[in-house]
């Protein structure tokens, strides 16, 4: 780093500290652009100090909360599907796909889509390298999976043994998450991670748990009804598929996860880290 690049980094890091405390002067105003900022960076660096193994065992929570959303989709679906069509079906599944994340983000566990920004902006930030970034990314999404793999084969066990719904459904909703084609997947798995980086930064402007809830809600449920692609639930839906139907190969499931882990990636360090963080920094290089 040079003696330019360093005085910037450094009035770059004076002016997120001076706004975040000129903010938390002002009780009952809204959270600056900066305290957002330094909360979201904060946050991030918080998950970089956690031992791996902790990593990988709140990922992997995760992976296994979000398998409630995954039980209540599969059990309305299966309840109202003689009441209304299959199209009109997947936009109710919005109601109760909320659930999961809701789970998971209150209780803190670690979820790839969640974290995505908050551990790309200490790398902006030159707190962390890339390497790092690459690092705890694999090991939270391998946390994920594995979480998701042993829900998944739960519920495919026991929704028929209670009768919740069978493995026809299972395999409606598999083929319904991958029937688009790839360039498709992406794109909708781009906007789901947007979504989920702009989640992560509302958050951190609201203080009461009945505001946190109202908001993953909305966002969420926005994902669900427009059917935008989100990598960990969309791994349990497919997973499950693949595991029960024939009409579902691994190849599918292969082109459908690296599709949807790439695109909510692309989504949460690109449109929302680097685009909120750049959107800081341009105004202190202007002062």
């Not at 109760?96 to 803190?108: A, D, E, K, S």
């Not at 200490?122 to 690459?134: A, E, M, Q, T, Y």
């Amino acid at each position: 780093m040079t003696k330019e690049e360093e005085n910037t980094q450094k009035n770059i890091d004076s002016e997120i500290h001076n706004s975040a405390s000129e903010s938390k002067k002002s009780a009952g105003t809204k959270k600056s652009h900066g305290e957002i900022l330094k909360d979201q960076i904060c946050e991030g660096q918080e998950t970089y100090n956690k031992k791996p193994g902790s990593i990988i065992l709140s990922s992997m929570t995760a992976g296994l909360e979000i398998g409630f959303s995954y039980l209540l989709i599969c059990s309305l679906f299966s309840f109202f599907q003689d009441q209304f069509t299959n199209q009109t079906l997947f936009k109710l599944i919005a109601f109760v796909y909320p659930l999961g994340f809701i789970l998971v983000i209150l209780g803190q566990s670690i979820l790839f889509t969640e974290q995505t920004s908050l551990l790309t902006l200490p790398v902006l930030n030159r707190k962390r390298s890339f390497g790092s970034l690459f690092r705890i990314w694999g090991l939270v999404i391998f946390g994920n999976l594995i979480g998701g793999f042993l829900i998944a084969l739960t519920l495919i066990w026991i929704g028929p043994k209670l009768q919740l719904f069978n493995l026809k459904t299972i395999e409606t909703i598999a083929l319904h998450v991958i029937k688009p084609d790839s360039l498709t997947i992406l794109i909708s798995a781009v906007l789901a991670g947007w979504l989920m980086g702009l989640l992560s930064w509302l958050l951190s402007s609201a203080t009461e748990t009945v505001s946190r809830i109202i908001i993953i809600f909305l966002i969420t449920a926005t994902m669900s009804f427009t059917g935008l692609h989100h990598s960990i639930i969309g791994n349990v839906e497919v997973f499950s598929g693949m595991i029960t139907s024939s009409a579902i190969n691994f190849t599918e499931y292969i082109r459908f996860q690296s599709l949807a882990l790439l695109g909510n990636a692309i989504g949460g360090a690109f449109f929302v880290a680097l685009l909120k963080y750049r959107a800081f920094v341009y105004n202190v290089d202007v002062n």
